[in-house]
Nanobody
Framework: QVQLVESGGGLVQAGGSLRLSCVAS????????MGWYRQAPGKQRELAAT????????YADSVKGRFTISRDDNAKNTVYLQMNTLKPEDTAVYYC????????????WGQGTQVTVST
């Protein structure tokens, strides 16, 4: 079992920045991908960014060049999402996700943190 706790959300003006943190605990040996997803009101949850255990990153086109996903190299159990040049359309609940990809796929979700970008 893996537990994920997000923090760092809040209210920011357009053009501003926020950094989200996700602290993972539990049976982390099985996790090989962590990421951030987001869900805006009335919309489906969508991928924002992922990072593999090897450090490979992936970004959705909507956030590429503005968001950066990273890990705490010492702790290995904390993932960050640095969000710059925020836009009102970035307003959403942001969820941390942890996956074990491959045979016996499994995934875990955090409770989410609200990000609101005002005009």
């Amino acid at each position: 079992q893996v537990q994920l706790v997000e923090s760092g959300g809040g209210l920011v003006q357009a053009g501003g920045s926020l950094r989200l943190s996700c602290v993972a605990s539990g049976s982390l040996f099985s996790i090989n991908v962590m990421g951030w997803y987001r869900q805006a009101p009335g919309k489906q949850r969508e991928l924002a960014a992922t990072i593999t255990s090897g450090g490979t990153t992936y970004y959705a086109d909507s956030v590429k060049g503005r968001f950066t996903i990273s890990r705490d190299d010492n702790a290995k159990n904390t993932v960050y999402l640095q969000m710059n040049t925020l836009k009102p359309e970035d307003t959403a609940v942001y969820y941390c996700n942890a996956e074990r990809r491959g045979p016996f796929y499994i995934e875990y979700w955090g409770q989410g943190t609200q990000v609101t970008v005002s005009t």
